[in-house]
């Protein structure tokens, strides 16, 4: 993995192959590099460690152009990131290739490839498929039959783009388990791993389903399926504009990501509550049936979006009385679970592409689960199209590694389901007012919280030389705990862990010393005086305290006791998503503080589409 973007036209494709490039660099990459074919069956390719710009000073100084080319962001999964194992790799005879995914019987086919005289430049799995497309172009001189031998003989996920000096107008795709699409143009055409690589040449796609193989030419597309019949799919109209891709003004992406939850969360709930109550068809026509049958709900994810589902589970079994599983999305796919009767089977992901969560709802379609629903962020991605139920966040591009309003956006949604399962489960109409009250009150609140700026950036500057931080809080804001931990970890890269605070004495407390600073949450709630207890445990073992705390909390400012004081007025159901946004600030703001790259942290990728 990691981005792909091609393109076949009637002038230089070059630069649309640069910018859609730097559109993806969000995605987490260790390398890039392009291929062209410039009229000739040659083709021209440029590759480079690093960032995109480096690749773009390699063509400063070494000039190319065509009209037809491929070009690849690579995140390292086979083989450590160097120009011999960038991408695009080539096999003989000009064919070239981008790939994303893991093909998992590599070794096997390297070795017959091996023997069939291929020799090897790398270290990766791609050039093994480079070299098996020539392998079978040898017997049809056919570039789309060749790819879909190809990917009939290969385990393990994958998104291909291919080309071939011998057919200079013709891109072959393929997919499995990785997504890939078509930007449709006048006379020309484009493909990318994600819609945000595309949308300075075009607002129309074609979303590739699985197991399809796809040849795009200037102007004509022919599509097979996993079965290899002719299919047509259906033009898909972008609502993204290219602007929402930008950073305008802000230093970083995830500044403005965070800054912009208020009007996300709002635009989550528009035309989806009114006069105090859920709509019906929030969830789509056939939702109502199933949450008036189901008596559980397992939920699946991984990272922030399982933290969005465990902060869920508290409000569906509290309000709802209805038993709820949380679990993470690869350990989900390698159990053999027991699946309740009549259990609704939730999946939740940004980008709806992300590798295990997509395995475990396969998984879970054939396991006997009541329905699937997916809350999501992209109303293209095959989370959502493979699902039989949907809720879309609404949250827009998210380019920030780091989770912000992606996350927010999910607490808005999964309140939302909340309150769909209770409506069918003795929630009464005046306690769904209040909740949906209570959602509709979010957005005011989020902004209200920015004005805590300075006070955090003040915090952020005495963890900044901190090499550990633990987190505590309890109930629905154990979770949210956990969120502003893995928020430090992902972007300062200050170890930090999370702990419910009523644990903090089966071992953690050890840690306790003035080294360890300790950032707690606090809403005034039924666990107050828990959590009150469990900080004065720190204090007692010498421990800094930070405490983000309601104003009528009663905890006050002391020696070792720093307090922020959060909005008044905060219920339960809204305490996580408002308590998340200051310990979003913080990590932003050490990070800032620390030097390190806020929006592309080491090691990371956005969109995680291998296990």
């Not at 929402?244 to 528009?270: C, N």
């Not at 705390?549 to 002391?558: K, L, R």
Request: glycine letters at 8%; one cysteine or more; a negative charge.
């Amino acid at each position: 993995m990691c981005g792909i973007v091609g393109a076949v036209a009637d002038r230089d494709v070059v630069p649309i192959l640069i910018e859609g490039l730097k559109r993806l660099e969000y995605r987490g990459y260790d390398s890039a590099g392009v291929a062209v074919l410039n009229g000739g069956s040659q083709v021209s390719r440029l590759r480079a460690v690093g960032k995109v710009a480096r690749l773009s000073e390699a063509l400063a100084a070494q000039p190319t152009s065509g009209h037809l080319g491929i070009a690849h962001t690579r995140w390292a999964t086979h083989g450590v990131p160097s120009e011999r194992n960038a991408h695009p790799h080539i096999s003989r005879d000009g064919v070239a290739i981008v790939h994303n995914g893991i093909i998992e019987n590599h070794e096997e086919l390297r070795a017959e490839l091996e023997q069939a005289g291929y020799q090897f430049s790398s270290e990766t799995d791609t050039e093994v498929i480079a070299h098996r497309i020539h392998f079978h172009l040898g017997g049809s001189r056919d570039l789309f039959k060749a790819v879909q031998k190809t990917v009939a003989e290969l385990r393990g996920a994958y998104a291909l783009a291919v080309i071939w000096g011998q057919d200079p107008d013709c891109i072959v795709l393929a997919r499995a388990g990785c997504p890939l699409l078509i930007g449709l143009g006048e006379k020309e055409n484009f493909i990318a791993s994600d819609i945000a690589a595309l949308l300075p040449v075009t607002r129309t796609f074609v979303i590739l389903e699985e197991g399809d193989v796809a040849c795009i030419r200037r102007k004509s597309i022919e599509i097979v399926d996993s079965d290899g019949r002719r299919v047509e799919r259906k033009p898909y109209v972008s609502e993204q504009t290219s602007e929402a891709v930008e950073k305008g003004t802000y230093a970083h992406f995830m500044l403005k990501e965070i800054r912009e939850q208020p009007r996300a969360v709002a635009q989550t709930l528009q035309e989806r509550v009114a006069g105090g109550r859920l709509l019906a068809q929030a969830f789509g026509p056939a939702a109502t049936e199933v949450f008036g049958r189901l008596a559980s709900v397992h939920i699946v994810a991984c990272g922030t979006s399982y933290h969005a589902g465990i902060v869920a589970r508290y409000f569906i079994e509290q309000l709802c009385r209805v038993p709820c599983r949380v679990e993470i999305a690869s350990e989900f796919r390698y159990r053999d679970p027991v699946v309740p009767a009549n259990s609704l089977f939730v999946s939740i992901s940004q980008s709806g592409e992300t590798a295990d969560t997509l395995a475990a709802l396969r998984l879970a379609r054939k396991a006997g689960f009541l329905s699937t629903l997916a809350i999501c962020n992209v109303p293209e991605s095959s989370l959502v199209r493979e699902s039989e139920l949907a809720l879309l966040t609404r949250a827009g591009p998210e380019i920030g590694v780091a989770s912000t309003k992606a996350f927010t956006t999910q607490l808005a949604a999964l309140g939302l389901l909340v309150i769909a399962i209770g409506k069918h489960h003795g929630l009464a109409p005046e306690r769904e007012k209040t909740l949906v009250q209570r959602l509709l009150e979010l957005p005011h609140m989020l902004e209200q919280t920015f004005a805590l700026d300075d006070e955090v950036r003040a915090l952020a500057s005495k963890i900044e030389l901190k090499h550990h931080a633990l987190f505590l809080g309890r109930g629905a804001l154990f979770p949210i705990a956990m969120e502003g931990a893995l928020k430090l970890k992902e972007i300062s890269y200050i170890h930090a862990e999370a702990y419910a605070a009523g644990e903090l004495k089966h071992g953690p407390l050890a840690l306790v010393d003035a080294d360890m600073p300790v950032i707690a949450v606090a809403p005034n709630n039924d666990l107050l005086e828990k959590v009150k207890s469990n900080l004065q445990e720190v204090r007692a073992r010498g421990g800094m305290l930070y405490v983000f705390a309601d104003p009528e909390s009663g905890i006050e400012p002391s020696d070792g006791v720093e307090v922020i004081s959060m909005p008044r007025h905060v219920s339960y159901f809204q305490a996580p998503a408002v308590y998340t946004v200051p310990l979003q600030l913080l990590a932003y703001h050490a990070a800032v503080l620390k030097g390190t790259d806020v929006d592309q942290p080491r090691n990371l990728a956005k969109s995680v589409t291998v296990e």
